[in-house]
Each structure stands twice: as structure tokens, then as C-alpha cells.
């Protein structure tokens, strides 16, 4: 076998040395992910992980060239789909990342996420990801025919083969060797927390670099991304995403791009590191990547700071829903307590009992409270038609 088609090719894997900078990014993010969220009430900060699971559904699509509407990806969540099948479509991947995503979530509260980097778990994210898709979504079109893709296969045949741009990953005849070593060297179980982080950046560019699936590498690494971070202990219960900082980028939406083509980079030379690919530009990527999770958990605990969310619920209750002070005082205890019982609503506004439930069925009727049964205790929904208000550049401003 030619050593360009073994596994040590994605070598190195991980750092043995972080200079300076890196160490201060990391120290600054696990500081970071501590402090997103931590005076939320559980069921409050569960009402608004929801809402950013939309929010990194559409920055992930948005970064295949997807530009699937906020309301249009709420909208697949409760069946309403397009009638034009280009956009049920979009609206079908979006539904299916966020089912992915919320299952990652339920396994990491359950304690039962395993190692994030497994192939198991890669695989499974990708048999998730296009189960119940319709044929047409799974077809490849090739130069000696087309073939439908097969969830949770990896390439396998010659005509599995690829080009990423300049890019050219392992051929198919060996992805299982390759992806057996890339799961060895991103075990969690033999790494500290530090080095979590360093392998969460670098896991994100070798996996995309073997591109194991023939579709779909892209949505799984970022998934994968997510469940890592969990893993970690910097995702902050969901509250944040990485796919918003990777479309974004730090200066412009084509860092993303550019970062993962410099990671690609071969070895310059004898002070470049041991391994095949470039140490140096690892060590640029993984720095990048540790400082766009740095942005976006501040930007995140900026927008879910307990006071000032406080202060622009209260002030969407009143301009957006032409609420009384009665009904911001409700919508403040919910967001305190989390829940509240309805019988709670005359003490909790100071109005007669007959006026309070309509205080609060106007809440409810406008979509910010929301209750498991008729006569549940109610809490607060986060909703994208509120999230403009609410969490200004959450998402970009679309009509």
C-alpha cells in the first residue's frame, strides 16, 4: 500500500504542545461555556436549546449553499411543507439535521453519547440524517451512471471515488482503514480536557479531509462537532452552535473555506512536525476554530444574559404584543421560574381571576407561553418569529 493511501496520511491528529496563544483560547472557552446559561432555569434554558437547534440547522445548510428560512425549517418541524419540491426539499434536510440533533442532545443528558468520534456514532448521524429522504435526494449522478447513496455506507467501490476542489481524500478501497485509525486517535477516553478541545477542531478538518460518505460529509462533522463539544463539557446544554461561527467566520463568511483548504496543507519541511500533513497549519486551524467557539459562546451569553433577556421580553410583550404590565410581569415570573401554574397568574399580575386568564390566554394565544395539557402549568416558547425581537442577529434579517 503507498503511503499516501495509509492512515498515518491524516497525521498529525493532535498536538503534543499548544503555544501560547492556543492554551489562553482554551482556558477562555471552557470560562466561556460555564457562563452561558448558568442562572437559567433548566426549563427555560430547554425552551431556548430548541430554538438554536433551528439556529445551527440553518447556519449548516446555509454553509451548503442552502438558504432555508427560519420559519420554513419551524414550519417542517409541525409537517407544513412546500408544495415546490426544491424547497420541501430543503425543508426535509432541515428537519432531519434537527432530529439528529436533538437525539444527540437526549443521549448526552441520558449519559448515553459514548464516544463522539466513534464510527458507530459517525455513522449512525449519517443513516439518521437521510433516513425516510426520497429517492431522488439520495441519487448520485456519475460519469458511468447513476447509483443512490446508501445511508451510513461508507465509499467503497472505485466510482465512490472523490474530488473535493484540490483537494483528492482517500480512495474508497480504503476509507474503513482510515476511518478505524481516525476513531483511535479521537478517543475521548485517553485525552484530558484540554486536549478535548484540540481534538473537537482537529476531528472536524480529518474527517472532512477521508470525506468517508459519498454526500453528506459536511452535515455530519458539524454534527459530530456538536456532539464533541458536549462530550467536552463546553456545550453549555446545547445552548450554542458551532455552525453559526463557522458561516460566519470571525472577519468574513469565507474563513470557513479557506481554514479547512490551509489545514489540508502537506508538511514544509523538518520543522513542520513528524507527520504528513503540515503541524503548523493544524495548529492555525485548531486555533481558529477554538477562537470562533470563544465568539459565539459570548455571543450567545450575551443574548441569554438572564437581565437583559428579562428586559426584551418585557419590552417585546409590550410593543410587539400590545401587552399590559400585568402580562409582562407573568411572562418575567416564567422566565424566573421556568414554569408557572396557571392558578398562579391572578396572584403573580395582581388581577381578578377572570382577568388574569385572559392576560395569559393572550399570551398563550400569541405563541410565547405554551403548556403540555390545557390546564398545565404554562412556559415561555422561543419562537423564530419572535427571535428578531428578541435575539437581534441570531439570525440574518430575511424577509
Given at each position: 500500500?503507498?503511503?499516501?493511501?495509509?492512515?498515518?496520511?491524516?497525521?498529525?491528529?493532535?498536538?503534543?504542545?499548544?503555544?501560547?496563544?492556543?492554551?489562553?483560547?482554551?482556558?477562555?472557552?471552557?470560562?466561556?461555556?460555564?457562563?452561558?446559561?448558568?442562572?437559567?432555569?433548566?426549563?427555560?434554558?430547554?425552551?431556548?436549546?430548541?430554538?438554536?437547534?433551528?439556529?445551527?440547522?440553518?447556519?449548516?445548510?446555509l454553509?451548503?449553499?442552502?438558504?432555508?428560512?427560519?420559519?420554513?425549517?419551524?414550519?417542517?418541524?409541525?409537517?407544513?411543507?412546500?408544495?415546490?419540491?426544491?424547497?420541501?426539499?430543503?425543508?426535509?434536510?432541515?428537519?432531519?439535521?434537527?432530529?439528529?440533533?436533538?437525539e444527540?442532545?437526549?443521549?448526552?443528558?441520558?449519559?448515553?453519547?459514548?464516544?463522539?468520534?466513534?464510527?458507530?456514532?459517525?455513522?449512525?448521524?449519517?443513516?439518521?440524517?437521510?433516513?425516510?429522504?426520497?429517492?431522488?435526494?439520495?441519487?448520485?449522478?456519475?460519469?458511468?451512471?447513476?447509483?443512490?447513496?446508501?445511508?451510513?455506507?461508507?465509499?467503497?467501490?472505485?466510482?465512490?471515488?472523490?474530488?473535493?476542489?484540490?483537494?483528492?481524500?482517500?480512495?474508497?478501497?480504503?476509507?474503513?482503514?482510515f476511518?478505524?485509525?481516525?476513531?483511535?486517535?479521537?478517543?475521548?477516553a485517553?485525552?484530558?480536557?484540554?486536549?478535548?478541545?484540540?481534538?473537537?477542531?482537529?476531528?472536524?478538518?480529518?474527517?472532512?479531509?477521508?470525506?468517508p460518505?459519498?454526500?453528506?460529509?459536511?452535515?455530519?462533522?458539524r454534527?459530530?462537532?456538536?456532539?464533541?463539544?458536549?462530550?467536552?463539557?463546553?456545550g453549555?446544554?446545547?445552548?450554542?452552535?458551532?455552525?453559526?461561527?463557522?458561516?460566519?467566520?470571525?472577519?468574513?463568511?469565507?474563513?470557513?473555506?479557506?481554514?479547512?483548504?490551509?489545514?489540508?496543507?502537506?508538511?514544509?519541511?523538518?520543522?513542520?512536525?513528524?507527520?504528513?500533513?503540515?503541524?503548523?497549519?493544524?495548529?492555525?486551524?485548531?486555533?481558529?476554530?477554538?477562537r470562533?467557539?470563544?465568539?459565539?459562546?459570548?455571543?450567545?451569553?450575551?443574548?441569554?444574559?438572564?437581565?437583559?433577556?428579562?428586559?426584551?421580553?418585557?419590552?417585546?410583550?409590550?410593543?410587539?404584543?400590545?401587552?399590559?404590565?400585568?402580562?409582562?410581569?407573568?411572562?418575567?415570573?416564567?422566565?424566573?421560574?421556568?414554569?408557572?401554574?396557571?392558578?398562579?397568574?391572578?396572584?403573580?399580575?395582581?388581577?381578578?381571576?377572570?382577568s388574569?386568564?385572559?392576560?395569559?390566554?393572550?399570551?398563550?394565544?400569541?405563541?410565547?407561553?405554551?403548556?403540555?395539557?390545557?390546564?398545565?402549568?404554562?412556559?415561555?416558547?422561543?419562537?423564530?418569529?419572535?427571535?428578531?425581537?428578541?435575539?437581534?442577529r441570531?439570525?440574518?434579517?430575511?424577509?
Amino acid at each position: 500500500m503507498a503511503q499516501a493511501e495509509t492512515p498515518y496520511r491524516i497525521e498529525p491528529c493532535l498536538l503534543d504542545v499548544y503555544p501560547a496563544q492556543l492554551a489562553d483560547v482554551i482556558s477562555e472557552v471552557v470560562s466561556a461555556s460555564v457562563t452561558l446559561g448558568h442562572r437559567l432555569h433548566p426549563r427555560t434554558a430547554a425552551s431556548l436549546c430548541e430554538l438554536v437547534r433551528v439556529m445551527n440547522c440553518y447556519y449548516s445548510n446555509l454553509i451548503e449553499g442552502h438558504n432555508t428560512r427560519p420559519r420554513d425549517i419551524e414550519r417542517a418541524l409541525i409537517d407544513d411543507l412546500e408544495t415546490s419540491e426544491a424547497r420541501r426539499d430543503l425543508q426535509l434536510e432541515a428537519r432531519a439535521h434537527i432530529r439528529v440533533q436533538r437525539e444527540l442532545d437526549a443521549r448526552f443528558q441520558a449519559g448515553q453519547l459514548g464516544e463522539p468520534a466513534s464510527q458507530e456514532l459517525i455513522r449512525w448521524m449519517h443513516r439518521a440524517f437521510y433516513a425516510g429522504a426520497p429517492e431522488h435526494m439520495l441519487r448520485v449522478e456519475h460519469k458511468s451512471g447513476a447509483y443512490l447513496l446508501v445511508p451510513g455506507e461508507y465509499r467503497s467501490e472505485k466510482k465512490h471515488d472523490v474530488a473535493v476542489g484540490r483537494h483528492r481524500p482517500p480512495s474508497s478501497a480504503h476509507v474503513v482503514a482510515f476511518m478505524e485509525y481516525f476513531e483511535q486517535r479521537y478517543r475521548f477516553a485517553a485525552l484530558g480536557a484540554a486536549a478535548r478541545l484540540v481534538a473537537m477542531a482537529a476531528a472536524h478538518h480529518r474527517l472532512n479531509y477521508i470525506h468517508p460518505f459519498v454526500d453528506g460529509n459536511g452535515r455530519v462533522s458539524r454534527l459530530m462537532s456538536h456532539a464533541m463539544a458536549l462530550q467536552a463539557g463546553i456545550g453549555a446544554h446545547g445552548l450554542w452552535s458551532i455552525s453559526r461561527g463557522l458561516a460566519r467566520g470571525l472577519e468574513d463568511a469565507g474563513e470557513y473555506k479557506r481554514m479547512m483548504d490551509l489545514a489540508d496543507a502537506p508538511r514544509r519541511g523538518d520543522l513542520d512536525g513528524r507527520g504528513n500533513l503540515s503541524q503548523e497549519a493544524l495548529v492555525d486551524f485548531v486555533t481558529w476554530f477554538c477562537r470562533i467557539a470563544l465568539d459565539q459562546l459570548r455571543f450567545m451569553t450575551g443574548l441569554f444574559d438572564l437581565d437583559t433577556l428579562d428586559e426584551r421580553l418585557g419590552a417585546y410583550v409590550r410593543r410587539e404584543l400590545r401587552g399590559s404590565d400585568a402580562a409582562v410581569a407573568l411572562v418575567a415570573e416564567v422566565l424566573r421560574a421556568g414554569e408557572v401554574p396557571r392558578g398562579e397568574a391572578a396572584r403573580i399580575t395582581g388581577r381578578a381571576e377572570r382577568s388574569a386568564r385572559e392576560v395569559l390566554s393572550k399570551l398563550a394565544d400569541a405563541g410565547l407561553l405554551v403548556s403540555d395539557t390545557p390546564k398545565g402549568p404554562v412556559r415561555l416558547h422561543f419562537s423564530t418569529s419572535s427571535a428578531g425581537a428578541l435575539f437581534p442577529r441570531l439570525f440574518p434579517a430575511q424577509g
